[in-house]
């Protein structure tokens, strides 16, 4: 009788590689799309009421100092790849300082900071190489950002209604600092003035490691940063 057990034993082997393969293809996927959280949305304003109820602005209705008070948040949005599955990792924070300084229908003087080790993501590994290599949060403690030209606001927005600036400024990250133009978006509330952005960030024009860990999680050379500002009346 032929001896058919080494035969047996490789199916066996063949059947356990194909798994395996199976495995690394559709565990980073089964992860991703349904044990991960959701993606937090971008931060962005929404106009609110209709039209018709709007009120335009006067130049005194938001005239004067403003500053940055709650609901306010700071973060990072990048491109990860992990096991050949596209994700987003983002990670926030509402630990947000600023000021904004308004005469006439012109910004004059803006700025915000973040304090860097308060930036959280949905994964504690993450947020330990932000805080460590990435960032290293103990030496560069925080982010800022100050307007380095006036922001002409004519014509002023009408209550609740999204308008959109351009603004020059200075981003400083990683104990760096470069001139950045970021395009922004403001909305008068009944409390106060919202305005957000996005600016993009090239990871190496400001010494920042690569986020990209041992082959098993690769990200993109640049990110942005995101911010939703509150003011409110100094």
């Known amino acids: 009788m ?26 980073p996927f089964l992860y991703i799309h349904f044990f991960n959280g959701s993606t937090p949305a971008a931060l962005t304003l929404s106009p609110s009421g209709s ?4 009120s335009s602005a006067s130049s005194s209705a938001m005239a ?18 992990l096991l050949g599955q596209n994700t987003t990792a ?6 947000v300082t600023g000021h904004l300084t308004i005469a006439g229908s012109t910004a004059t003087a803006a ?16 947020d330990d190489r932000f805080d460590g290599p990435i960032m290293d949060v103990a030496k560069y403690p925080t982010g ?14 009408a209550a609740r209604t999204v308008k959109t600036y351009t603004a020059h400024g200075k981003l400083t990250l990683h104990g760096t600092t470069r001139a950045v133009t970021v ?15 996005q600016i993009p960030v090239l990871f190496s024009d400001y010494n920042i490691q690569n986020p990209s860990f041992a082959g098993f999680v690769t990200t993109q050379d640049h990110g942005l940063l995101e911010f939703l500002l509150v003011f409110t009346r100094s």
């Open 183 to 197: 395009t922004l978006t403001a909305q008068r509330t009944a409390s106060g003035i919202k305005v957000a952005g």
């Open 90 to 95: 983002v990670g926030r924070s509402t630990s």
């Open 2 to 27: 032929p001896f058919t057990r080494p035969r047996h034993w490789l199916r066996w082997l063949i059947g356990g590689i194909v798994v395996l393969a199976a495995l690394a293809v559709a565990g």
């Open 51 to 54: 039209a018709s109820s709007a």
């Open 144 to 157: 800022t950002f100050a307007l380095t030209s006036p922001v002409d606001l004519a014509p002023l927005p």
């Open 64 to 81: 004067g100092s403003w500053t940055v008070g709650s609901g306010s948040v700071v973060g990072y949005r990048v491109n990860e790849v």
């Open 111 to 126: 700025s915000f900071s973040v304090t860097m080790d308060t930036i959280r993501s949905d994964k504690s590994q993450r």
